[in-house]
């Protein structure tokens, strides 16, 4: 799938995030204790579980429901979640560090400071909720869409992203320091702010508006001077 962007010789094609498609088996209630290094979860529902500060470092995830659960502190580090939805979970540093995140959708998370740095996330939804210091720091992203949700200071520094999405979603301070942008869709970001890095918006699409918001930074990157005649 394909979307169209205006752009200064007509028209060109933007290719589209693939998004997951999730059917998830009967789940059976997770009635176990703490979350294990190395564990495996596979058909399970989480709901309302508290993994804060616990250690599941290389745990997989496999046709999961995690719903209204508390992931503070947790250590997830090179987890795999795989063919899950995860809905309403909260939590402040959360460590999903190299992390595998693939057909998965976040619904209405409100997190902070989660290290996602060196993960891999493909196929995923992000959609509602508010995420604050989102850390995707040399992270490859590959058919990712950021719906209806808030991002306060991400930091995609060094990070791949390949057909990726914000639809109706507010990018607040992002840092796209080094980054690597193909097929990244920017029309749907409001506010689009970005703190550094505009000079890695090659292969990204923004709107007109956008363009004439970011002329400011553009100008200040280029090292032009605007100054109003006399």
């Known amino acids: 799938m394909a979307r169209r962007a205006a752009g200064g010789g007509g028209t060109t094609t933007v290719r589209a995030a693939r998004r997951p498609e999730l059917r998830l088996p009967p789940l059976e209630p997770y009635d176990g204790g703490g979350l294990e290094p190395d564990g495996d979860y596979d058909g399970l529902e989480f709901r309302e579980t508290d993994f804060a500060g616990q250690d ?50 976040l619904v209405d998370a409100r997190l902070g400071g989660v290290q996602l740095h060196g993960a891999v996330l493909e196929r995923v939804v992000i959609r509602g909720g508010k995420i604050d210091y989102l850390n995707l720091r040399r992270a490859r992203l590959k058919d990712v869409v950021f719906e209806g949700c808030v991002l306060v200071e991400p930091d995609f520094g060094g990070a791949r992203l390949e057909r990726v999405e914000f639809v109706d979603c507010a990018l607040k301070g992002a840092d796209l320091s080094a980054a690597t942008l193909t097929d990244v869709d920017l029309r749907g970001a409001a506010p689009l702010d970005l703190a550094r890095g505009v000079d890695r918006l090659s292969g990204a699409v923004i709107s007109p508006a956008q363009l004439l918001d970011l002329a400011p930074v553009l100008a200040a990157e280029l090292g032009v001077r605007v100054l109003a005649g006399e």
Not at 61 to 82: N, P, V, Y
Request: hydrophobic share 45%; glycine share 10%; charged share 30%.
């Open 56 to 105: 599941g470092a290389g745990a997989r995830f496999m046709d999961c429901a995690l719903t209204d659960c508390a992931w503070d502190e947790a250590s997830l580090r090179r987890a795999r979640l795989l063919d899950s939805v995860l809905t309403g979970v909260r939590g402040v540093g959360t460590q999903l560090a190299e992390a595998t995140l693939r057909d998965v959708e």
